[in-house]
């Protein structure tokens, strides 16, 4: 059994969070409790990870709020990690549990990152700068003697990045595809599928607590320039007509000054990539051998129903 007995999962039921609980249950005692934080235990999904064998316990509806500190502190008790996977929305809200995970005895925690290198860039990628004072927390003197943690980067979701947020329009048969490029199309983007990101989680809770005690722990499935993912959807495709649009970098910069919302993070990604900042500098995926990542030309071939 590995040393994490009992693990914590926030933010349970999206993608990676439903592929991690899967993951840890899937050897029969491996795990002495698998526990999904939950506003709603009653929930479609939450019905199903219980059925698999993951324990629901519920959680207030307003973390921050200083009378959800007992309510907390309660969910959290006899857990060793705690593993969120909030959304944006959820990211400040972390702070309060990361204080009732210290006063429930908790081993790690584990924040919702998932992404590019927030040390190095969030002063120039505005929309991750909530991610940098739970990381500071985390490393603060206060918090770190009594809390241990670890940070996982894992660049874009490859699944994302074939999607019409990023400019890839795919046309009904005969095959048209349209793809909308930042700048060049020549800086190389780091790629990981979101059940990759969920394997690598496990292989972590598995791995010996000193591994990636207090670490950025970066991983990737395939690293890739916008410029070939057209090549090789042309390759894949050789009968699809393929329309490459490029936007100079210069308009994306015009573009962001006003943008909101949904364009502001769409156009503020476009550029992390000319920049050259959702390239991670390496990986350590040699760590944990038994995670098989996926390329991007296998998300493709799937994609694409070969």
């Known amino acids: 059994m590995p040393a994490f007995k009992n693990i914590a999962i926030l933010g349970g039921t999206a993608t990676i969070g439903q592929q991690l609980i ?69 990211i400040p809200e972390q702070e309060a549990l990361i204080y009732a995970s210290i006063e429930a005895g908790v081993t790690r925690f584990i924040p919702s990152e998932y992404g590019i290198n927030g040390d190095l860039h969030a002063p120039s990628v505005g929309f991750i700068g909530e991610k940098v004072p739970i990381r500071a927390l985390l490393r603060s003197p206060e918090v770190s003697v009594k809390l241990e943690h670890t940070i996982v980067l894992n660049g874009y979701f490859v699944d994302d990045f074939f999607s019409a947020f990023y400019g890839w329009y795919f046309g009904e048969a005969p095959l048209s595809v349209t793809a909308r490029v930042a700048g060049a199309g020549d800086v190389p983007i780091s790629l990981t ?91 350590h995926n040699k760590l944990f051998p038994a995670v098989k990542p996926v390329t991007a030309r296998a998300y493709l071939q799937t994609l694409f129903n070969f």
């Open 22 to 90: 899967k993951d840890l249950l899937a050897n029969k005692d491996e795990f002495a409790s698998v526990v999904l934080l939950t506003r709603d235990p009653e929930s479609t999904k939450a019905k199903e990870l219980s059925a698999l064998g993951a324990i629901p316990r519920r959680l207030p509806s307003e973390l921050s709020a200083p009378s959800s500190r007992p309510h907390l502190v309660e969910a959290l008790k006899g857990i060793d990690v705690v593993v969120s996977m909030v959304g944006a929305a959820g």
């Open 193 to 283: 599928l979101q059940m990759d990101v969920a394997h690598y989680l496990a292989e972590i809770l598995r791995a010996e607590p000193e591994v990636t005690r207090n670490k950025v722990v970066q991983v990737e499935g395939d690293r890739i320039t916008w410029n070939e993912a057209v090549e090789l959807i042309q390759e894949l495709l050789p009968e699809s007509v393929v329309t490459v649009k490029s936007t100079p970098v210069e308009e994306l910069e015009k573009q962001v000054v006003d943008a909101k919302g949904y364009d502001f993070v769409r156009l503020s990604l476009y550029l992390a990539i000319v920049r050259g900042q959702a390239l991670l500098s390496h990986n």
